[in-house]
């Protein structure tokens, strides 16, 4: 399993940023995908996830960035997308590509790293 994630990056309070993750080695489709992020010092977060395809393709998004992000999925491409609008300094953090299963792994995945496959992230920085 791989996956790849860029896009990251610095910008200013308020920006946007379109986080991308190419994954390959499994099967996209069926996997439930999302996006942690970890600030120093802090604990792995949940930022979203996408159900299976078989499963709707329905977003869960963490309450600290409802309603300014959006994750999708290509399946053409086996690519996963995070598109992170109304950017925050509190955003700043290394973000991460996941796998899992199913969304009950997903969820699981911020207390069992096992559970599910990680890229090896990407930073992003927001000023303020």
């Known amino acids: 399993v791989q996956l790849v994630e860029s896009g990251g990056g610095l910008v200013q309070a308020g920006g946007s940023l379109r986080l991308s993750c190419a994954a390959s080695g499994i099967a996209f489709s069926i996997n439930a995908m999302g996006w942690y992020r970890q600030a120093p010092g802090k604990e792995r977060e949940l930022v979203a996830s996408?159900?299976?395809?078989?499963?709707?393709?329905?977003?869960y998004y963490g309450n600290s960035v409802s309603g300014r992000c959006t994750i999708s999925r290509d399946g053409a491409k086996d690519t996963l997308y995070l598109q992170m609008n109304s950017l925050k300094p509190e955003d700043t953090a290394v973000y991460f590509c996941v796998s899992a299963q199913n969304i009950a792994n997903m969820i699981a995945l911020g207390k069992h790293a096992d559970l599910g496959s990680w890229g090896q992230g990407t930073q992003v920085t927001v000023s303020s």
């Open positions: 996408i159900s299976s395809v078989s499963s709707g393709s329905s977003p």
